[in-house]
């Protein structure tokens, strides 16, 4: 059973256009991730939540935006995409010292 | 700045044979995670051992950790084609839920 979704698995955008990446959880835990991976490196924090306590990490560009309107639920909004931006997006949960990865969302920017 | 390096960057192996990936931190941890990621796909949650802990065995994976070195390593024994995948390792800074991740270390078992 599927208990990190997100939607879409692929997601094209173009240049300057907002694109909104979903992620879902059906573990009912508390912390929330939001990552961005580039090819071959390592996933890079951008926010996290505890319940709806926002954590932003100081790199993190004003470009992204999240929001997590209840416990399930969490987006994250990229408001004008560059091509720096095409990347994986990799949303989790945790419980405990565990993370929970969804599949990840590549998103190509045009 | 990147909290975990991992060495090698890649590693290839014949099937059989046993897989080391190292990683170094920085800063002062609760643990320490190890993670695997399937090309195109999450992260998968693999073993974890705590800063008081010197080894720690599951199946074929055995990880170590040494605090005074600010050090870890994977051992895969008895490698299998469907250990291809990139490794990860990861730390969890004292007091938070902010986890940082290695550079990873991409492992290729040739059957």
């Known amino acids: 059973d599927a208990m990190v979704i997100q939607n879409p698995r692929y997601q094209v955008t173009q240049f300057g256009k907002p694109v909104t990446l979903s992620c879902s959880q059906t573990l009912n835990h508390n912390v929330m991730y939001w990552y961005q991976q580039k090819s071959s490196q390592a996933p890079k924090l951008l926010f996290h939540y505890y319940d709806k306590d926002f954590n932003n990490e100081a790199d993190t560009p004003d470009n992204f935006q999240s929001r997590r309107p209840n416990t399930s639920f969490c987006f994250l909004d990229i408001r004008s995409p560059g091509l720096g931006d095409a990347a994986m997006y990799l949303c989790a949960t945790r419980r405990g010292d565990t993370q929970y990865f969804g599949p990840g969302t590549r998103l190509t920017v045009l | 700045s990147q909290q975990g390096e991992e060495d090698p960057q890649a590693l290839s192996i014949q099937e059989g044979e046993n897989a080391t990936m190292n990683c170094s931190y920085k800063?002062?941890?609760?643990?320490l995670q190890w993670y695997r990621q399937n090309s195109g796909r999450g992260l998968v949650h693999l073993i974890l051992i705590r800063s008081n802990e010197r080894e720690k065995h599951s199946g074929r994976l055995r990880v170590t950790l040494d605090t005074s070195k600010k050090s870890s390593s994977l051992l895969i024994t008895a490698s299998r084609a469907a250990d291809t995948a990139s490794y990860f390792c990861a730390t969890d800074s004292t007091g938070g839920f902010k986890t940082i991740f290695g550079a990873g270390t991409r492992l290729f078992v040739k059957a």
């Open positions: 800063t002062s941890i609760n643990n």
